[in-house]
């Protein structure tokens, strides 16, 4: 059989894709990338995020199997598929690095995340030897490895092996007491320890667990994960660490609605992500004085931040929008006085502003020197 493998939205290398390739390659068939150029017997499509759009254009198979959390948080690997080694080939990854999970679930049920509703609470899955079969290092995607005994026992196992981890999806800092931290301090890390840090109780947790960490001997640095959603509380929780030590390194996360896939990223996250994700801007740089596009500064409309374009504030715009516009249209030389500053004025706004940041500026400065309450005045008193 002629495959094809789809990786619709990620490039990170997709377990379920190179357990596939080996699963056909095991019976003989050819497997490749898509090629739209070309003609499958079966393609397989992955797609990891249920926000980002779908592959649109017509794949050329006789058969189509989509899978993914973005298309199907319930559909699994068949066990003979899911046990294989994966066929590393297909993403040239390194011939001493695996990839897999210890675990699988989460005992949790965080509002953004879809790991609980997914997999379920947490329970042993496979064990690091099957997972490396003699590599030296591995990723593993545990959501929650603290979470459970198993996983525990895990890790006590990859420190007699000497195997070199990285627990990409983040540690529970809260999980770590002085027996765990211990543990933690004599694992080989690939590049860092990540914690999750996602609201301002996990601050003080994650400055508890790398003390303790440290305390046994740890150097090295902690990659911090941290969701973005109100702007004040989240500025202040990636901010913190830039006085504490270049060892910690926020990442920022933009809030991501499940429910929503029409969901609009907000500005200020995306600026945001881009001056904390960068260490080099982050530790140089404060966000205020971060410059995201040619010519534009935060610090001209840091005041968009506040604004979430909510149901009641697109309500509010809309109908700032209509009293604007009649009052555009109302001849009165006053209002056409008032009306030419207004223009005047903004010639001076900030140049490159996205349409958001547009929005709140015109509003901030119209809440500030309430022009459009004026123009009303006149209005009322020119009608009786
Ligand atoms: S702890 Fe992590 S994996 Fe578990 S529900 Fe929360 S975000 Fe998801």
Aim: glycine share 4%; net charge positive; hydrophobic share 35%.
């Amino acid at each position: 059989m002629n495959i094809g493998i789809l990786a619709v939205d990620s490039n990170f290398p997709n377990l379920a894709l190179m357990k596939i390739s080996a699963y056909h390659k095991a019976r003989g068939d050819q497997v490749e990338w898509y090629n739209p150029l070309c003609k499958y017997d079966k393609v397989y499509a992955a797609k990891v995020f249920t926000f980002t759009p779908d592959y649109n254009y017509y794949i050329n198979a006789n058969q189509i199997e989509k899978g993914g959390t973005g298309y199907d948080i319930e559909k699994v690997l068949p066990i003979e598929v899911d046990r294989l080694q994966p066929d590393y080939s297909i993403y040239n990854i390194d011939s001493n690095l695996s990839y897999g999970f210890l675990t699988r679930g989460c005992p949790n049920r965080c509002k953004w995340c879809v790991v609980p509703k997914k997999e379920g609470k947490i329970s042993p899955y496979m064990d690091i030897e099957e997972i490396t079969a003699g590599r030296k290092k591995a990723i593993l995607m545990d959501n929650n490895i603290l979470a459970s005994n198993y996983g525990l026992q895990q890790i006590e196992k990859i420190i007699k092996l000497g195997i070199k981890v990285d627990f990409n999806q983040g540690l529970d800092a809260r999980l770590i007491t002085d027996e765990i931290a211990r543990l933690l301090a004599k694992v080989k890390w690939i590049k860092r320890i990540r914690f999750g840090c996602d609201t301002p109780g996990q601050i003080a947790e994650v400055e508890r667990a790398s003390a303790l960490i440290d305390k046994y001997g740890y150097k090295g640095e902690y990659f911090l994960y941290c969701i973005l959603m109100d702007f004040e509380e989240s500025f202040a929780r990636v901010n913190y660490w830039k006085s504490k030590s270049r060892r910690f390194l926020p990442h920022c996360q933009p809030f991501r609605d499940l429910n929503n896939p029409h969901q609009i990223i907000p500005q200020w996250q995306k600026d945001m992500a881009h001056w904390a994700d960068r260490k080099e801007i982050y530790m140089s740089c404060d966000f205020k004085d971060f410059s995201p596009r040619k010519g534009f500064y935060v610090r001209n409309t840091l005041k968009y931040c506040e604004m979430k374009l909510n149901k009641k504030t697109e309500r509010l715009i809309k109908r700032r929008a209509a009293e604007f516009k009649k009052l555009y249209e109302t001849p009165n030389p006053e209002v056409d006085k008032i009306i030419s500053e207004l223009r005047a004025e903004a010639t001076k706004r900030p140049q490159n502003m996205s349409k958001e940041e547009e929005i709140a500026y015109i509003l901030k400065k119209a809440d500030e020197n309430c022009d459009h309450i004026e123009i009303r005045k006149i209005l009322n008193v020119s009608n009786t």
